[in-house]
C-alpha cells in the first residue's frame, strides 16, 4: 500500500505560479514513477506530467511543456510539480499517483488538491 497527501493548490491569477507537492509513504521503495493527473469539471482526468523514481525520466502533456516541471526527492519521499505561466484552462483538480514496480499502471491516488487560475 502507498499513501499520497498532495498539497499547494489555491486560487491564483493567469500567467502565476503554483508548486504542487505530493507525500508519499508506505511501500516507496517498489515505486517505478509517480505522475500528476488533473480533472476539470465535467472533463475526464488527464495526465499532465509523470517520472521515473530511480531514472529520473521525465514525460509531459503537451499543453504544459515549457510552463510545468516534474521533480522529486527520493529521500523525502516526495514529488512535486512546478507550474508555472498558468492559464485559466490549467483550472482543476490535480492529483498524485503511483505506478509500483509490480504493477502495469498508476495504482494508488491521493485526494487531489485544487487549482483555480483567474483571468
Known amino acids: 500500500q502507498v499513501q499520497l497527501v498532495e498539497s499547494g493548490g489555491g486560487l491564483v491569477q493567469a500567467g502565476g505560479s503554483l508548486r504542487l507537492s505530493c507525500a508519499t509513504s508506505g511501500r516507496t521503495s517498489s515505486i517505478y514513477a509517480m505522475g500528476w493527473f488533473r480533472q476539470a469539471p465535467g472533463k475526464e482526468r488527464e495526465f499532465v506530467a509523470s517520472i521515473t523514481w530511480t531514472a529520473c525520466e521525465t514525460s509531459y502533456r503537451g499543453s504544459v511543456k515549457g510552463r510545468f516541471t516534474i521533480s522529486r526527492d527520493n529521500a523525502k519521499n516526495m514529488v512535486y510539480l512546478q507550474m508555472n505561466s498558468l492559464k485559466p484552462e490549467d483550472t482543476a483538480v490535480y492529483s498524485c499517483?503511483?505506478?509500483?514496480?509490480?504493477?502495469?499502471?498508476?495504482?494508488?491516488w491521493g485526494l487531489g488538491t485544487q487549482v483555480t487560475v483567474s483571468s
Open positions: 499517483a503511483v505506478w509500483l514496480t509490480t504493477r502495469s499502471y498508476y495504482d494508488y
